[in-house]
């Protein structure tokens, strides 16, 4: 079982609606598809028609305080849309955990998630913006990092900040996590874009997935219509064509590993 964590210390790089369209990808391939939201925010949650509001929702919070091998099992939901889509779900109080400083706490994702190879063939894990104790309990948990950017200097910073901190998680935690790629997300048609997405391509070089994913209304139209892009037909097809071949790049990483 992969498990693909992906994160940027910047907010607002397009990393929620990565996670959903590639996962989306996959489950068309025929994968079974476990994504996990370890944002407090819960928005890949609430894309994926999660009642976050339902008062007897299981959430990986639940299942990071039990810390028991396979815990995240009780808190799998089924997507409201894909056919082999599900998802384990945030919660505001999930936010509490970055302050946890318990003995092997960096373990705790990473032990819930055991034993669920049988149930699916990839884990894709949505990380909040930043690179603190969230960030960490999913890069020990994580078999591969893949880290999503805007081409903007401020998000080009959250590149570099979170290598950083995967570089002490496999020196620590982690040794066999990898580098899967860099995502340049919400290509916008500026010389300003241009010269970034040059930059990371100059700095990080076969790293850098192409091509880069355009920049659409339609994503937000999805996300607030609970809905994935490839629903919007030719409104939606670049966009979806983008994230297929991320789809397929996932895969492969299993034939690597």
């Not at 055991?114 to 990839?122: P, S």
């Not at 500026?190 to 091509?211: K, Q």
Request: glycine share 8%.
């Amino acid at each position: 079982m992969q498990i693909v964590a992906f994160a940027n210390q910047k907010g607002g790089v397009g990393k929620t609606s990565t996670v959903v369209g590639i996962a989306g990808a996959l489950d068309r391939l025929g994968q079974r598809v476990l994504c996990v939201d370890m944002d407090p925010q819960a928005d890949l949650s609430i894309w994926l028609g999660i009642d976050i509001d339902d008062g007897e929702l299981r959430t990986v919070n639940d299942a990071i305080f039990a810390n028991t091998p396979g815990a995240a099992g009780e808190a799998v939901y089924k997507a409201a849309w894909g056919e082999q889509l599900y998802c384990v779900p945030s919660v505001l109080d999930l936010a509490d955990r970055e302050n946890d400083g318990v003995i092997a706490g960096a373990f705790r994702l990473s032990t819930v998630l055991q034993g669920l190879g049988d149930r699916f063939d990839v884990v894709l894990i949505d990380c909040p913006p930043s690179v603190g104790r969230l960030v960490e309990l999913a890069l020990v948990a994580a078999t591969h990092l893949v880290v999503v950017t805007e081409p903007a200097a401020a998000s080009l910073r959250g590149v570099a900040r979170v290598l950083n901190t995967m570089e002490v998680v496999q020196r620590h935690y982690n040794h066999g996590l990898q580098l899967a790629g860099i995502v340049i997300n919400a290509e916008k048609r500026t010389s300003e874009a241009a010269l970034r997405i040059r930059e990371v391509r100059d700095t990080y070089a076969d790293a850098v997935w192409s091509p880069v994913v355009p920049s659409r209304a339609v994503v937000a139209a999805a996300a607030g219509s609970l809905a994935p892009v490839s629903a919007y037909g030719s409104d939606g097809r670049d966009v979806t064509a983008v994230h297929d071949a991320f789809a397929r790049k996932v895969v492969d990483l299993a034939v690597m590993a």
